[in-house]
């Protein structure tokens, strides 16, 4: 089992930045996929962003240049940057872990609202 627990959504004016964060219960990053996912009101969950376990990263071309997925092996913790935020960024964004280089992995984080709003 591995526990997600994210951090550091809020509410930010449109061209600012945040960064949220996804604390893992174990060490995993060197064996599991992490990523990033987004659910705004009425659609459906959509990808943002993956580390693989070899450091490598992928990121949905809506938000490709304006956030950066990167990872704190020591502290078991994975973060989104993201800067240039506009309103269509408004969403719930979930944290999620997998085996596969590929698709959503089978644990997820509760979420964090992520307001972009003037």
């Known amino acids: 089992q591995v526990q997600l627990v994210e951090s550091g959504g809020g509410l930010v004016q449109p061209g600012g930045s945040l960064r949220l964060s996804c604390a893992a219960s174990r060490s995993i990053f060197g064996i599991y996929t992490m990523g990033w996912y987004r659910q705004a009101p009425g659609k459906q969950r959509e990808y943002v962003a993956r580390i693989l376990s070899g450091g490598n990263t992928n990121y949905a071309d809506s938000v490709k240049g304006r956030f950066t997925i990167s990872r704190d092996n020591a502290k078991n913790t994975v973060y989104l940057q993201m800067a240039s935020l506009k309103p269509e960024d408004t969403a719930v964004y979930y944290c999620?872990?997998?085996?596969?280089?590929?698709?959503?992995?089978?644990?997820w984080g509760q979420g964090t609202q992520v307001t972009v709003s003037s």
């Open positions: 999620n872990a997998g085996r596969s280089p590929v698709g959503a992995g089978m644990y």
